[in-house]
């Protein structure tokens, strides 16, 4: 995702207007990668499970050894009031971060002294009902926990997402069907990923090498309202080449149908077009 022309910025206690620099050459988070982030949206006139990202932009603070510093109630406020400043109508792109500043005697450790934070909201639109991705394999796989922070939304992870992502688009397709250590799916290389076989739904096991979304909880708990119960599974490779249906979850587009897994073909399905008109409703349900 590229800068949009239309950006507004939290930093020191006030709002600006554009991209403005906010971190320092010395800063932790600079040379050592001590970067956590959250992404949450605001189109239509609303900002679904906002609080939800808030507060895990404080819980990943916490699994890098950051100091999280602003309450998720007050991280809230701040975000609501920056978008009154987008034109009715628009989208935009809610990301608030936390980085380190100091580092220990060793300069690795990040210090509780002080901490970087501020919130990026960027014009952003949504994706249309109608768009579509591919997914190929890719040698990359995703790290575990004694290797990796994985129980956060690290800015020091997604290299790795980007390596998958430029294997995927070299081969001519959109986005890459990732594998944990052992073998099994875990995710797609940008957003998590549900199949349907023979009616029933299905999503890797949140095993702890990837990051269980707050979207997918949501599609979950929708579809659990509805009578539809989603199975958390070991799935293989094999798996997505026998389903059905395939489609990606996360908060960026909420919903994006997968219609081809190298050369397996899918038709975009009735469930998966369930899914989207689920989560509509709930975001604009006020609930």
């Known amino acids: 995702m590229s800068i949009s022309d239309n950006v507004k910025t939290y930093f020191n206690g006030t709002w600006h207007d554009g991209n403005i620099p906010v971190m320092r050459a010395a800063d932790h988070g600079s040379w050592l990668g001590s970067t956590v982030f959250d992404g949450a949206r605001w189109f239509e006139g609303v900002s679904p499970d906002l609080e939800a990202h808030c507060a895990r932009v404080n819980r990943s603070a916490e699994a890098l050894m950051i100091r999280p510093t602003v309450s998720t109630e007050a991280m809230v406020e701040i975000v609501?009031?920056?978008?009154?400043?987008?034109?009715?109508?628009?989208?935009?792109?809610?990301?608030?971060?936390?980085?380190?500043?100091?580092?220990?005697?060793?300069?690795?450790?990040?210090?509780?002294?002080?901490?970087?934070?501020?919130?990026?909201?960027?014009?952003?639109?949504?994706?249309?009902?109608?768009?579509?991705?591919?997914?190929?394999?890719?040698?990359?796989?995703?790290?575990?926990?004694?290797s990796a922070v994985v129980n956060a939304k690290a800015g020091c992870l997604y290299p790795n997402n980007a390596r998958m992502l430029a294997e995927a688009n070299a081969k001519g397709f959109g986005n890459a069907l990732v594998t944990d250590v052992m073998g099994n799916v875990a995710e797609a290389a940008t957003a998590n990923v549900f199949m349907v076989r023979d009616g029933e739904i299905l999503t890797p096991i949140a095993n702890g090498t990837f990051l269980a979304g707050i979207t997918r909880a949501r599609h979950m708990a929708n579809l659990a309202g509805e009578g539809m119960d989603v199975r958390e599974a070991v799935l293989t490779l094999d798996d997505f080449r026998n389903a059905d249906e395939v489609f990606l979850s996360g908060n960026y587009s909420k919903v994006t149908p997968v219609v081809a897994f190298d050369d397996r073909q899918y038709q975009v399905g009735p469930i998966t077009r369930k899914v989207r008109e689920l989560y509509w409703d709930w975001a604009h349900s006020g609930k």
């Open 80 to 146: 609501r009031e920056g978008l009154k400043m987008f034109a009715p109508g628009s989208a935009a792109y809610i990301r608030p971060m936390y980085w380190g500043i100091h580092g220990d005697v060793t300069a690795i450790i990040p210090q509780a002294s002080e901490t970087g934070f501020a919130i990026c909201l960027e014009e952003a639109p949504m994706a249309s009902p109608d768009r579509t991705t591919t997914l190929t394999t890719t040698r990359f796989r995703r790290p575990t926990l004694d």
